[in-house]
């Protein structure tokens, strides 16, 4: 079968290889979609943690079965996984937090991921594709991360919520947090990013960090309380530290961005606040769940996402510009028909 490796940073190189023989325990499944997400492009920087080369990426996937152990499952359907594989054993696992196990191994980041024409995964992360096309399969997997992360959040009906960072991750983030009740907040320093946000989703109010006073318009919108939730879906650190100083009183700071450095604050600021920092790492089938009953009703349209297609054997030379921000990529779909 075809692969697509990234052999070293900056680097793509495609090889044959074998298709997975049968395994206990696994399902064989035809890729037919790849999502690329902001984990590719950053392994492709070089600027990824926990990673290393080479290495096959990609886990925004949906297929075909071709061969199952499970009997709630059958060949030819149409599916997505969930490409966090777990040890059901440790700590997190035994308190319903597979998505943080502590060996956990994400498909495409810590092992061989999906830019591949055949993937065999753990039996167990398969997801009924419930009559969603392969576009829309292959989206579930990074709208669960906004979910995931509003989950943690535990936004409230009529809550402020400023979501951080306009990318693919923070905009589903944002259609999870209105789901929720949360009044919408978008920040970013791309103005079409921006005008993304209300023009498809209907975010009412965008601020632009670059060009805008953004404590001074938060307390404007929020009649001076500031946000009481902050989620960041920048991975900057310099966003990650500016954002504190946003936080309203008793209010909630998650993390879903993830970068390599130390974070900072004031804790006497932080502290009079009373205030809660968290992670959000993954998701679980909940939020899988969630999304996928959320495509069904309509409250959620994923084929507003993909601005870019393009086939498998293109990928080696078209995935360096989608790095390049006046390219306007929000999702790139990869097709493998």
Not at 35 to 40: A, E, M, P, S
Not at 71 to 87: A, L
Not at 112 to 139: I, T
Not at 311 to 332: R, Y
Request: aromatic share 8%; net charge negative.
């Amino acid at each position: 079968m075809k692969t697509l490796v990234c052999t070293t940073p900056g680097h793509f190189s495609y090889e044959d290889t074998l298709t997975p023989a049968s395994q206990e325990g696994h399902t064989l499944i035809r890729i037919r979609r790849i999502g690329i997400c902001g984990t590719d492009l950053h392994a492709f920087e070089g600027t990824q943690p926990f990673f290393s080369y080479p290495r096959i990426l990609g886990h925004e996937l949906a297929g075909e079965i071709v061969e199952t152990d499970r009997g709630d499952f059958s060949v030819g359907e149409i599916v997505t996984f969930i490409p966090y594989f777990n040890c059901k054993k440790c700590v997190a696992c035994r308190n319903g937090k597979p998505n943080c196990c502590t060996s956990l191994k994400v498909s495409g980041v810590h092992i061989d991921g999906g830019m591949v024409e055949y993937l065999s995964v753990p039996s167990y992360s398969l997801v009924h594709g419930d009559g969603l096309s392969f576009d829309e399969l292959a989206l579930v997997e990074p709208l669960a991360i906004g979910a995931h992360g509003v989950r943690r959040a535990m936004v409230q009906k009529g809550e402020n919520v400023l979501v951080v960072g306009a990318g693919p991750i923070g905009l589903g983030t944002m259609e999870f947090a209105r789901i929720a009740g949360g009044n919408v907040i978008a920040l970013d320093i791309n103005d079409s990013r921006l005008a993304f946000c209300k023009d498809k989703l209907g975010v009412a109010h965008t601020i632009n960090a670059l060009t805008e006073d953004v404590a001074a318009t938060l307390a404007i919108l929020t009649d001076g309380e500031m946000p009481t939730v902050i989620i960041d879906a920048t991975g900057s650190l310099r966003a990650i530290n500016t954002a504190f100083t946003y936080l309203s009183h008793g209010g909630r700071y998650v993390l879903v961005g993830l970068q390599k450095g130390d974070i900072s604050f004031s804790h006497p600021e932080f502290h009079k606040r009373e205030a809660t920092l968290m992670s959000s790492r993954n998701a679980t089938r909940a939020d899988f769940e969630h999304v996928i009953a959320s495509m069904k009703s309509g409250l959620v349209d994923p084929k507003t996402y993909i601005t870019h297609r393009v086939a498998f054997s293109e990928v080696k030379d078209t995935f360096e510009s989608w790095l390049d921000p006046a390219n306007g990529v929000i999702k790139a779909m990869v097709s493998l028909d």
